[in-house]
């Protein structure tokens, strides 16, 4: 093995030399076909250009066939094919927008082209309708929330979308296979809270044994695994709550020893690995079966697992004994044990499985063995502290608590035993990223979606940084104003490829009218907008006609202080009986700032028979406007009920909001949304 010098001082170099290049459009003129038969879906055409052929079809998910309607959920899907052989196009990245016309219209190519540079340009007055390529990234933070961005803004400035209160801070979170619900779990509340990532809001929580830390979806997503601990010392115990991901409900618990807990399952979903640190064993249940299989006694301090598909074996690190033990199935001994060295912390495998990566915070080292040799093939000297090891296609990243610098292996450059490595890096922010008052098992640092670069959670810096990686730092960072980001998470909502040649998503409609579909392939250069039609749903349309309703804000213009939440509330009631209106799902408030595009819209709580709260926490000193919406009655931000807020730095004498509207209401009724501009 060789041992690398440590690294004293970032290095700032880039794997290879990258530029963005503008992106040019080009167009030509098409005419779809439309294809209409029993049994096809409620949308369907057909477009041949140059040789490349696009199906689109679009469908209800609760009872496709039938037409498209505001409200419904729908799977938007492209069949992209070589129009001469057949053959499906794959590993092609495809952008859309449903943008909502004013009415019917023919659009050129130049409209067409121009509309999509605009799109992808970004921009808080270039946003379509329903973006098709949207991903969030989500943190979860130390106090008890987690903020939900919308990178697609640009990097820089506010990219917040909304924020989900959590009953208390959460302790690791896994998403659902179909990217819909987010499970995290709360330490100090024995439960799972079930995040709804379209709504973002919490559905329910589901209990758990005490002080729930370490959750994982098995491969299948058909269950959630909790690890729980309670006690210290001789009183000590643990185990796991096996949850139903889509029941919602426990359906069974394992006492499997004290804890903290790690887990892993088998590539076939046969096994699960639990290991159980105070015990100083590591549980395999058989999943079918919902029973243990086997307790591995692997040394005083079992503190992590992963499996290697590669190998078909579960690896433990030991933090006393130095080791990895490698389980094979359900063996009752370890099958192999590596020696590595005593400190060991959290192992993780490379995508491909064959490469285990687990640094040795103490002794300011990583090591990397072959899962195929079962040996330790690399020793790097790196950063003081690393702490975790995050993957993209193709790099290792190493963050540490006690260095600003994140370090980057290339994985195709580790081979034989022995032989050097090249080790680059990049600054991941002012603090070190790997330092965290609140430690937790969840990941901060995770790859992007759609191109080769990650990002990194720094909790020091209240910040997430987005790394393209070739290049020299940083391409910018989201702000995570002013809360503790510990852990960093996609949730990828745009198209993608289910099967070759077909990129798909699900979207829920919003507004009825007139859409056009605009479908942008960069290479081969294909761009087209279909034309799309939303009907009114007749229950929603009766409502926003037959009920005139208004919203008045509570209180005047006020003052509050930078980073310090302010409470925002809004009465909504009948306008000719005055009386309240309530069980409202739909009531938002939007939130703006004057001196920049941040904005902010989050779903409003009945805190009392028709009134509707949020809190938010101004990020900078200024000017703020809040702005009530409620689609069901017709209520637009753009008719502009809203509070003043004069947010003043922390310490500075508070000052009063000085623009106000003594009158400020809306009375929302069929036809009568206005022509202004819409605020989002």
């Known amino acids: 093995m060789t041992a690398y010098p440590a690294i004293a001082a970032p290095k700032r170099r880039a794997l290879a030399g990258a530029a963005l290049a503008a992106l040019a459009l080009s167009l030509a003129a098409a005419a779809p076909v439309a294809a209409a ?92 309708e329903l973006d098709l390529n949207a991903y969030y990234v989500l943190a979860l933070n130390q106090d008890p929330s987690i903020s939900v961005v919308d990178p697609l803004f640009g990097f820089g400035g506010s990219k917040l979308l909304t924020t989900v209160e959590l009953p208390g801070p959460g302790g690791d979170w896994a998403l659902s296979a179909d990217g819909e619900r987010l499970f995290v779990t709360l330490p100090d509340h024995d439960r799972v809270a079930v995040v709804e990532t379209a709504s973002w809001q919490v559905a329910t929580t589901v209990p758990t044994g005490p002080g729930p830390v370490r959750i994982a979806a098995q491969p299948d997503g058909a269950y959630l695994w909790i690890g729980w601990s309670e006690g210290a010392g001789e009183t000590a115990r643990g185990g796991v709550t096996v949850v139903s991901a889509t029941a919602m409900k426990a359906v069974a618990e394992f006492a499997t020893g004290a804890g903290p807990h790690d887990l892993a399952f088998s590539d076939d979903g046969r096994y699960a690995y639990v290991t159980n640190r105070g015990a100083g064993t590591v549980s395999v249940i058989d999943v079918p079966g919902l029973a243990v299989a086997a307790t591995v006694a692997t040394g005083p301090a079992p503190v992590a697992v992963a499996y290697s598909p590669l190998a078909g074996a579960a690896f433990v690190a030991d933090e006393i004994a130095g080791t990895v033990s490698v389980i094979e199935g359900a063996g009752p001994e370890p099958a192999a044990r590596i020696a590595v060295a005593p400190g060991l912390g959290r192992l993780r495998f490379a995508p491909d499985g064959r490469l285990g990566f687990v640094p040795v915070p103490a002794g300011d080292a990583v090591y990397v063995l072959d899962a195929a040799t079962r040996r330790v093939v690399h020793n790097a000297q ?43 890096d990049f600054p991941g922010g002012n603090n070190p990223p790997g330092k965290t008052p609140a430690p937790t098992p969840a990941a901060g640092i995770v790859q992007a979606p759609g191109a080769p670069a990650v990002l990194v959670a720094n909790p020091l810096d209240r910040s997430i940084y987005y790394y393209k990686e070739g290049m020299a730092a940083p391409m910018g960072h989201f702000s995570n104003y002013g809360r503790v980001p ?72 006020r003052p509050a202080a930078v980073g310090e939440p302010v409470e925002l509330a809004f009465r909504v009631a009948d306008s000719e009986s005055g009386d309240p209106i309530i069980g409202l799902g739909d009531v938002r408030v ?72 003594p009158e400020s209401e809306t009375v929302a009724a069929a036809g009568e949304a206005g022509g202004e501009p819409r605020r989002e």
Not at 606 to 621: D, I, L, S
């Open 37 to 128: 038969a029993a049994g096809d879906p409620a949308y369907r055409q057909l477009l041949t250009r140059e040789g490349i052929e696009v199906e689109l079809t679009i469908d209800p998910l609760a009872a496709p066939g039938t037409p498209l309607t505001e409200d419904d959920s729908v799977r938007v899907r492209f069949r992209v094919t070589d129009g001469h052989t057949g053959q499906p196009l794959s590993s092609l990245y495809p952008a859309g927008w449903l943008d909502l016309l004013e009415a019917r219209a023919e659009t050129s190519s130049e409209d067409c082209r121009t509309r999509v540079g605009s799109f992808i340009g970004g921009g808080f007055l270039a946003r379509a």
């Open 382 to 424: 790196v950063e003081p502290g690393p702490v975790e090891i995050g993957f993209s296609d193709e790099l290792a990243y190493v963050s540490h608590q006690g260095s600003d610098t994140v370090l980057m292996i290339p994985l195709a450059a580790i081979g034989r035993e022995g032989e050097p490595v090249p080790v680059i």
């Open 486 to 557: 510990r852990a960093v998470m996609v949730v990828d909502r745009s198209l993608r490829e289910v099967e070759p040649g077909v990129y798909e998503t699900a979207v829920r409609l919003r507004r009825p009218g007139p859409y056009d579909l605009a479908f942008f392939l960069d290479a081969p250069r294909f761009i087209h907008c279909f034309e799309v039609d939303i009907a009114a749903d007749p229950d929603l349309a009766a409502r926003r006609a037959g009920r005139r309703a208004v919203a008045r804000p509570l209180g005047g213009p």
């Open 590 to 661: 939007l939130t703006m700032a004057t001196a920049s595009n941040w904005h902010r819209r989050q779903p409003a709580e009945e805190v009392e028979p028709g009134v509707y709260r949020v809190r938010f926490a101004p990020e900078t000193a200024g000017l703020y406007y809040a702005f009530v919406e409620v689609p069901s009655l017709g209520i637009d931000s753009n008719q502009a009920p809203y509070l003043a807020v004069r947010a003043h730095a922390a310490g500075e004498r508070a000052a009063a909001a000085t623009q106000t509207e």
